[in-house]
Each structure stands twice: as C-alpha cells, then as structure tokens.
C-alpha cells in the first residue's frame, strides 16, 4: 500500500509560482510512474503532468505545457510540480497518483494510489 501526501498548495497572484511536493511512503517509489491531476471547481478531474518511474520521459496537458515542470527524487521518495506564470485558471486541488511502472499510459485516472489533494488559488 502507497501512501501519498501533497503540500506546497495555497493562494498566489497570477504571474506568481508554487512548488507542490508529493512524499510516498509504504511502496518501492521507484517502480512507479507518477502523475499530478487536478479537479477545477464544478469539473472532473483532469490530467496534468505524469512522469516515469526514472524520470525519463515527462508528459503534459496542452493547457500547463511551458508552464509547469515535473520532476522526482527518487532518493527522497518524492515527485516535485513547478508551476509558473499561474493563471486563475489554474485554480484547482492538485492530486498526486501513483501507478506501477509497466503501465505505459500516464495520462489516464485509472491509477492505483492518490494522495489526499492540496488546494491551489490564483487570484487575478
């Protein structure tokens, strides 16, 4: 059992960044792909940013591509989304997911472990 856990949340400006980070416990971090979701208000929730088991290979949703950057330590058992130039379209709870590696796709919602969300808020 993956246990997830989000911080970095919290209200900005638009044009401002945030980092949110992601700790796993309780699995072999690094035999899983991970991916960030979000859940705009009144909306399902979407795909983000996904990334590799060894940090190969990074994948985007059009709407954050350039703007957002997902990284991982595996060391540190923990995935990492830069989010610059925010806009108060990014208003949203971020979820992190984790899925075993030998799925190919990231950007689908059928993964196996998810954290418990963080709140992000751009005011214009």
């Known amino acids: 059992q993956v246990r997830l856990v989000e911080s970095g949340g919290g209200l900005v400006q638009a044009g401002d960044s945030l980092r949110l980070s992601c700790a796993a416990s309780?699995?072999?971090?690094?035999?899983?792909?991970m991916g960030w979701f979000r859940q705009l208000p009144g909306k399902e929730r979407e795909f983000a940013a996904g990334i590799r088991w060894n940090g190969g290979s990074t994948y985007y949703a059009d709407s954050v591509k350039g703007r957002f950057t997902i990284s991982r330590d595996n060391a540190k058992n923990t995935v990492y989304l830069q989010m610059d130039s925010l806009k108060p379209e990014d208003t949203a709870v971020y979820y992190c997911?984790?899925?075993?590696?030998?799925?190919?796709?990231?950007?689908?919602?059928?993964?196996?472990?998810w954290g418990q969300g963080t709140q992000v808020t751009v005011s214009s």
């Open positions: 997911a984790a899925r075993p590696a030998g799925v190919v796709i990231l950007t689908t919602p059928d993964y196996a472990y």
């Open positions: 309780g699995g072999a971090f690094s035999s899983y792909n």
